[in-house]
């Protein structure tokens, strides 16, 4: 089994992450598989090297040690755990679609997308440029031609599940019109290469397995990773915990003199893994896990 941490440096590690660490490296330990560090900086308006030093410094005090890569690899420059040292890894799979004819360019904005869906929840792309072969160049998108399928999988929390991502997003972007590999992309292309087994993650990505399993199968991946989606913590019943919450991030936290363990009991007792908040090392995270 290989699991993966795989945070994005847009901000310090706050409760959710800490959640999300105690069933990664919980679960992973307990099947004595590895825990791969990914950094997922695809996003290059919004990633900070700052926030990635930041996020590297809480993880060795909290005590969730990678198997690959340690930390101090991270810190002394480029890796390949690291998404925006990965260009040519993404350009490279984007070519062997393209070989296969499910590549195109595509100069739709957000808003032109919104307009045509019109209407609520998830923004269908409707395929606006499918047809129009555009000439690839900075400032259009790149999307990936998806087939109607229904993906059916088995959440190894939520059991059976079964989605129909051409229906739900339309043809996937690859790379906005701002030249950043996009998270679905970057992410389904990584866990493939790097051979994650098994992505566990928080239930707000659950309706966006299904694009990442057709996607990793066009991509050439045989199996495609299992899924596990947890809880997340949340500020209140409907608002998420966010980065800019100062009371429950990592770093707010050690600074009004709280330990690991201490945080990470917190954690666990806001995602209702241990009935009040006591004290939990990183060592011991599993036992928390039915
Ligand atoms: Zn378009």
Redesign the pocket.
Known sequence: MISRFAPAPTGYLHLGHVVNAIYVWGLTRARGGRVLLRIEDHDRQRSRPEFERAILDDLDWLGFAPDEPPTSELRKGPSEWRQSDRCSVYAAALAGLEAKGLVYA???SRSDIAAAAGHSGELRYPG??AEKRLAARPGLGVRIRLTPSVERFDDLRHGPQEQRPWEQCGDLLARDRDGNWTYQFAVTVDDYLQGVTDAIRGDDLLASTGRQIQLARLLGRAEPPRFLHHPLVMKTATQKLSKSDRDTGVRDLRAAGWDAAAVIGKAASLAGLIDRPRRLSASEVHEVLS
């Open positions: 595509c100069e739709c606006t440029c």
